[in-house]
């Protein structure tokens, strides 16, 4: 197993950081690693604002659900999909883009092109002894977090990522089964097979909450996801992306 596997497989979430900022070419190098990944068609469909300010940090962990390794890390990105530019090059270059700006196709692709950016970025910071977290707290009231970080049209801020020198590392929380997520040549559809397979990844999650809370909590995997599902969350987000012109076609 190489270094870069060893990595991968050794993340989690780190939600308690040093009092230790990050230099600046720490955080050139991490985004530097994010623009390395791929592309849809070269699009570059997305943008990384970073956050410096503590006061803009503690407002961020205030809408993230008053998370405060929001405010305490090393550094803090927000990562956005991004067609502002896209918008300015057709004006640059006298074409309609308009129209495919504002497909859904193209939302996605921002989606995704943003998403890969943000992994290599995690993976590149892991890989230099630095610790992260996803946040995707600050969806919770992305008026708020545009205003706050002054984003345009056809921005959307998706998702944060804390970065920093971890004081406390947890226990990795077991995956499901490789069977359950791999399928070869067509989808599994079995239900029966399906079922199976959950029920034994609910005993191993519940052993893992068991074992690390001292028999005081041992819920199962398919028990935690259902509740929160049952609660309906960010139900504004259809008409706010909409709002900022885009996925309306």
């Known amino acids: 197993m190489n270094e870069v596997i060893s990595t991968i497989l050794n993340h989690r979430s780190i939600r308690h950081f040093k009092d230790q900022q990050l230099t600046d070419e720490q955080i050139k190098t991490i985004v530097s690693c994010a623009q390395a990944a791929s592309t849809s068609s070269f699009i570059q469909a997305y943008s990384i604002i970073g956050i410096k300010d503590m006061e803009k940090k503690r407002k961020l962990a205030e809408i993230a659900g008053n998370q405060e390794y929001v ?128 029920q034994e990844y609910n005993q191993v999650i519940s052993s893992y909450y068991h074992d690390r809370s001292s028999g005081n909590r041992k819920d199962r995997w398919s028990e935690q996801m259902a509740k929160m599902l049952e609660k309906q969350t960010r139900m504004y987000m259809k008409d706010f992306v909409q709002k900022n012109k885009l996925n309306k076609r």
């Not at 896209?86 to 193209?106: A, N, Q, R, W, Y």
């Not at 977090?145 to 920093?164: C, Q, S, Y």
């Open 71 to 198: 405010a305490h890390n090393g550094h803090l990105f927000v990562f956005c999909a991004d067609l502002s530019r896209h918008e300015l090059i057709g004006e640059m270059e006298h074409k309609d883009v308009i129209p495919s700006i504002e497909s859904t196709e193209k939302f996605m692709v921002a989606l995704i092109d943003a998403s890969l950016a943000a992994q290599n970025a995690a993976i590149a910071a892991e890989s230099m002894g630095l610790g992260i977290c996803y946040i995707g707290g600050i969806r919770n009231k992305l008026d708020e977090v545009k205003e706050l970080l002054k984003t345009p049209e056809r921005v959307i801020p998706l998702f944060g990522m804390t970065v920093g020198y971890p004081e406390k590392i947890n226990d990795q929380k077991p995956r499901l089964p490789l069977a359950h997520i791999y399928h070869e040549e067509e989808y599994e559809q079995d239900k029966e097979v399906y079922m199976s397979q959950l």
